[in-house]
């Protein structure tokens, strides 16, 4: 298989884990790999549990094959923060149904066996007015 297409299957089957995780833990899906001219959204997920209503949540998942080396939040730089950030605005512009949801942005770092990554979840990883 080549490479980059063995880096697709094995970046697939983490983000499958980590939407499967994701859901139990309560959140809804509402897209996934959603492509935007800026990047592509990994996950986008729906978290009923606040107080104030849904908060839309944009979660990238960021797989390192072993974690000694650097986790993958750190890998998700100023520069990927602002194409997210703004891959997002784009995704809020044409689902007017998300227009006054609060927003949210999440990182999932999984390292280890693809098919059964150690997770880590860091809720509200980096906020829209930090990029």
């Not at 990994?42 to 944009?58: E, I, K, Q, W």
């Not at 979660?59 to 986790?71: H, L, P």
């Amino acid at each position: 298989m080549p490479v980059a297409a063995d880096r697709r299957a094995r970046g697939a089957a983490v983000e499958a884990v980590a939407r499967a995780y994701l859901r139990e833990s309560g959140l809804r899906d509402v897209a996934a790999n959603a492509n935007c001219r800026f990047g592509e959204l990994d996950l986008v997920m729906l978290d009923d549990s606040g107080r104030g209503g849904a908060t839309l949540v944009f979660v990238e998942v960021r797989y390192r094959r072993d974690a000694r080396f650097g986790g993958g939040a750190g890998s998700v730089d100023a520069g990927k923060r602002r194409k997210l950030v703004h891959a997002a605005q784009l995704f809020l512009a044409s689902h007017r149904q998300f227009a006054h949801a609060a927003c949210r942005f999440d990182v999932i770092e999984a390292d280890g066996d693809p098919a059964a990554p150690r997770l880590n979840w860091l809720r509200d990883a980096f906020r829209a007015d930090d990029c």
